[in-house]
């Protein structure tokens, strides 16, 4: 699976930005595709995943981001979109978007993700 992820930039605190993540190749076996963040000096961070069940894409957010992100995929281009609202300075990192295969207890694991997108820089000032 190839990712290339959009829409990064430079905001102030309580903005809004929405970030794309155009998807190719074979996905047929992916489980989850999602968004992950990292900070300078810090681990990546899991932000939000869509578990791919059948038909249904199930979201899952991480409690830093629950309320104020909402994940979504659209089929036709295929594109993730992270719509991210109330933004903070916290939420300031490098944002990739990835896709993998890891079991429903394990979607937070970075770890468990094998395809990567090129990560967009996000900045929110106070």
């Known amino acids: 699976v190839q990712l290339q992820a959009f829409g990064g930039g430079l905001v102030q605190a309580g903005a809004s930005l929405k970030l794309s993540c155009a998807v190719s190749?074979?996905?047929?076996?992916?489980?989850?595709m999602g968004w992950f963040r990292q900070a300078p000096g810090k681990e990546r961070e899991f932000v939000a995943a869509?578990?791919?069940?059948?038909?249904?894409?199930?979201?899952y957010y991480s409690n830093s981001v629950k309320g104020r992100f909402t994940l979504s995929r659209h089929n036709a281009p295929d594109t993730m979109y992270l719509e991210m609202n109330s933004l903070r300075p916290e939420d300031t990192a490098v944002y990739y978007c990835?896709?993998?295969?890891?079991?429903?207890?394990?979607?937070?694991?970075?770890?468990?993700?094998?395809?990567w997108g090129q990560g967009t820089q996000v900045t929110v000032s106070s």
């Open positions: 990835a896709a993998g295969r890891p079991i429903l207890s394990q979607i937070m694991a970075h770890t468990q993700y094998h395809d």
């Open positions: 869509l578990w791919l069940s059948g038909s249904n894409a199930i979201p």
């Open positions: 190749g074979r996905t047929r076996s992916t489980r989850a």
